[in-house]
C-alpha cells in the first residue's frame, strides 16, 4: 500500500531531488542555484516520501526584495520551489498544504511565488489551489512569468 509522508529535507535526499528538477529544469546552472540554497539552509525545505522513495519537493524562504511589491502584508514567504515526480497523485497538493501550514507556524503572513513562462502547464495548479494571480513580472534571470499570492 501506498504511504505518502511529507516530511523536513535530510542531506541524504539532495540525489533524488536534483533528479526530480532534472525533469522540468533544463537549464544545468538554475539547477545548481537550487542545490546550493537547499545545501546552505536558506530555502526550508520539505520532500514528499512514497514508500520510502523520495517524490517530490517544496521549498520557501523569506520572500526576496523584488517580491515585496507583489505582496500586502509585512512579512510575506515565498514558495520559491515545487516539483513532483510522477504529477496528479496528489503530491503537489499535499506539499503545498503542509508548506502553507509550515509557513503559518512560522509567523509568515502571506505567500507569493512567481512561475515563468517555461512552466505554464503548472499555472493552473496554483489557480485550482486558490492561489490569487497578481500580475505578469520577469524574474531576475529575464523569463517572463507571473506572480501568484495567497494569505495564510
Ligand atoms: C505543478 C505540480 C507541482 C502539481 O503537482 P501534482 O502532484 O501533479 O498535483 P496534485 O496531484 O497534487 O493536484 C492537486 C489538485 O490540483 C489539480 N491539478 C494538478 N495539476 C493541475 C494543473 N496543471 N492544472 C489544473 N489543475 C491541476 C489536480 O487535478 C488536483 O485537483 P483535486 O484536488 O480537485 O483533485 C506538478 O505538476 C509539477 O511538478 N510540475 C512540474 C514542475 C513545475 O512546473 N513546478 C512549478 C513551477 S513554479
Wanted: glycine share 6%; charged share 30%.
Amino acid at each position: 500500500m501506498n504511504k505518502l509522508v511529507i516530511r523536513d529535507l535530510k542531506k541524504e535526499d539532495i540525489e533524488a531531488i536534483e533528479n526530480i528538477y532534472a525533469l522540468y529544469w533544463p537549464d544545468q546552472k538554475f539547477r545548481e542555484r537550487l542545490s546550493s540554497r537547499l545545501k546552505d539552509g536558506s530555502v526550508a525545505c520539505l520532500v514528499a516520501e512514497n514508500n520510502g522513495e523520495v517524490v517530490g519537493v517544496s521549498g520557501f524562504r523569506k520572500a526576496p526584495e523584488h517580491m515585496i511589491e507583489f505582496t500586502k502584508t509585512n512579512n510575506p514567504a515565498e514558495l520559491y520551489i515545487l516539483a513532483v515526480k510522477d504529477r496528479q497523485q496528489g503530491i503537489g497538493k499535499a506539499l503545498v498544504e503542509k508548506a502553507l501550514k509550515d509557513i503559518k507556524n512560522l509567523n509568515y503572513t502571506e505567500v507569493v511565488l512567481y512561475s515563468g513562462e517555461t512552466h505554464q502547464d503548472s499555472w493552473s495548479f496554483y489557480d485550482h489551489l486558490n492561489f490569487e494571480r497578481v500580475a505578469p513580472s520577469t524574474a531576475p534571470n529575464g523569463e517572463l512569468g507571473q506572480i501568484w499570492r495567497i494569505l495564510v
